[in-house]
């Protein structure tokens, strides 16, 4: 008897051909299979998106998210946030914020303040780019957005990451340049982009003399020479902080992907508007922080019960970073001041201060009840701190609060699932980024009707390298894109 891999010698060729090609497929699959498992095993929320028929209806409760008169803190958080907007955008595309926001109350929290990088390492040991699915995971944002009808999708990024991270503001990477543009000094490297100053005048030239080489070479009306000018725009009019630069330019680039869409891309530092905002609720002390942080046992219990969630704190720790500016350059360094509400607001609204992410997120689903959507790590820990903050409101006599806090959809990811194939070095596929996507209403509409199979497939290599740390044992090519037909390959 032959062996199941192996053609019979009486076998017709063109049948030969088909068995072998479902063999070859069956394997595939299961290996597909085998990563996704893994991927499972490390994060289990993700399976939720296995059985889901669409990406549509995966996001349809996130979209939906709202609350009420029980969540006291929703309008100041509202104010804080159309302020900034404001601030960056203008009063037009604020009051669109707001005017959405009051009826679908969710933003996506999926990603660090950055601007996009090239899908480059197919080639290189490092077997997967995070880029291309953060990407992808906001393009994502926009199109469920653009499904529900909202003119807005808005992104709500944070800029407490450090300029050394592969996913930060340090450089600009267009198709048009020769190599990617260093926009912050080495100096910065382990500082907070929340903590950087503005681009400086070195760092302008070198792009201004970039533009001025590919506007000679490409002219004055190609899409990269103008988003180029459009940045060096951005940094005269804003010149102080590199989180409000990062925001604007990540904003205007996609905008320029989604320009044949009928939906405009808003980028917040995340970090800049929930400072404030916490500072607001540390102030006023008939809020939960602030009659948290007002009585002292209180705020014991509160950072014993709240301990151990990822980007938290341990206990005996402090939920706060100084912001150490003695030096070079900006550093995170451990709070060891007088936790009284008043002083920390005081020290929040002047940026010497963070909160560690936990305390962040808390004040925004406990306080205002907005619903943040974020990725593969955050919609883990943000389940977690859901379910940990219900017990502790319930505790604080908020039952209203806590039960309608208890069935807000944080185990929703909009970073994982992943909607295209690219060909990124002659026959080598990788995942689309924005470098070489431009995204049309139809394709938006396309996207929102993948399944959660189809989505978590596509992002399957990528997945399996960043959460186990190893070679996907199937990798984007021939075979993956085969698996998975619905794919919008570019």
């Given at each position: 008897m032959n062996d199941v891999n192996q053609i019979g010698p009486d076998e017709p060729h063109e049948y030969a051909a088909t068995r072998a090609a479902s063999i070859e497929a069956l394997?595939?699959?299961?290996?597909?299979?085998?990563?996704?498992?893994?991927?499972?095993?490390?994060?289990?929320?993700?399976?939720?998106?296995?059985?889901?028929?669409t990406l549509g209806q995966y996001l349809d409760n996130a979209l939906h998210w709202n609350v009420g008169e029980e969540f006291a803190g929703k309008q100041a958080f509202l104010s804080r946030l159309g302020h900034e907007v404001a601030r960056l955008y203008g009063d037009q595309t604020a009051a669109k914020v707001t005017a959405q926001m009051l009826t679908s109350f969710v933003l996506e929290t999926g990603a660090h303040l950055h601007l996009p990088r090239r899908q480059d390492k197919v080639s290189k040991s490092t077997p997967y780019n995070v880029n291309a699915i953060i990407f992808q995971g906001q393009i994502l944002w926009a199109a469920a957005n653009a499904a529900k009808g909202h003119s807005v999708s808005i992104s709500f990024s944070s800029s407490r990451v450090p300029v050394n991270n592969a996913n930060s503001a340090t450089y600009l990477d267009l198709p048009a340049l020769e190599a990617p543009v260093r926009l912050v000094s080495d100096r910065y490297k382990e500082s907070p982009q929340y903590a950087v100053p503005g681009i400086n005048e070195e760092a302008r030239a070198r792009l201004r003399g970039q533009l001025a080489k590919i506007k000679g070479r490409l002219g004055n009306d190609h899409a990269e020479v103008q988003l180029l000018e459009s940045f060096l725009v951005i940094c005269d009019r804003h010149p102080d902080h590199l989180?409000?630069?990062?925001?604007?330019?990540?904003?205007?680039?996609?905008?320029?992907?989604?320009?044949?869409?009928?939906?405009?891309?808003?980028?917040?530092?995340?970090?800049?508007?929930?400072?404030?905002?916490?500072?607001?609720?540390?102030?006023?002390?008939?809020?939960?922080?602030?009659?948290?942080?007002?009585?002292?046992?209180?705020?014991?219990?509160?950072?014993?019960?709240?301990?151990?969630?990822?980007?938290?704190?341990?206990?005996?720790?402090?939920?706060?970073?100084?912001?150490?500016?003695?030096?070079?350059?900006?550093?995170?360094?451990?709070?060891?001041?007088?936790?009284?509400?008043?002083?920390?607001?005081q020290k929040l609204r002047a940026r010497e201060i963070l909160p560690y992410g936990i305390l962040k997120f808390f004040c925004l689903i406990s306080d205002a009840g907005v619903c943040p959507i974020g990725g593969m790590m955050q919609s883990g820990y943000l389940t977690e701190l859901r379910n940990r903050s219900e017990k502790f409101l319930q505790m604080l006599g908020e039952a209203r609060r806590a039960d309608k806090l208890a069935t807000m959809?944080?185990?929703?990811?909009?970073?994982?699932?992943?909607?295209?194939?690219?060909?990124?070095?002659?026959?080598?596929?990788?995942?689309?980024?924005?470098?070489?996507?431009?995204?049309?209403?139809?394709?938006?509409?396309?996207?929102?009707?993948?399944?959660?199979?189809e989505s978590l497939a596509i992002a399957a290599p990528t997945l399996y390298a960043f959460m186990c740390g190893e070679t996907p044992p199937l990798g984007y090519g021939s075979d993956l894109a085969a698996l998975t037909p619905s794919a919008i390959l570019r």
């Open positions: 394997d595939s699959l299961g290996r597909l299979n085998q990563m996704l498992e893994a991927v499972f095993a490390n994060k289990p929320v993700l399976r939720g998106l296995i059985h889901q028929e989180s409000d630069q990062a925001a604007l330019m990540h904003s205007t680039w996609m905008n320029q992907v989604l320009s044949e869409s009928e939906i405009t891309p808003v980028t917040i530092d995340s970090e800049s508007v929930a400072a404030q905002f916490l500072a607001d609720m540390l102030a006023d002390k008939s809020s939960v922080v602030g009659r948290i942080f007002a009585d002292a046992a209180l705020r014991q219990q509160f950072l014993v019960d709240m301990a151990g969630i990822p980007t938290g704190w341990e206990e005996g720790e402090i939920p706060f970073n100084q912001i150490d500016n003695s030096g070079k350059s900006a550093r995170l360094q451990p709070y060891t001041g007088n936790l009284d509400p008043d002083l920390l607001a959809p944080t185990d929703v990811a909009i970073v994982s699932p992943c909607w295209g194939i690219a060909l990124a070095q002659k026959s080598l596929l990788n995942g689309v980024d924005a470098l070489n996507a431009g995204v049309s209403k139809s394709d938006l509409q396309r996207i929102i009707q993948l399944s959660g199979r």
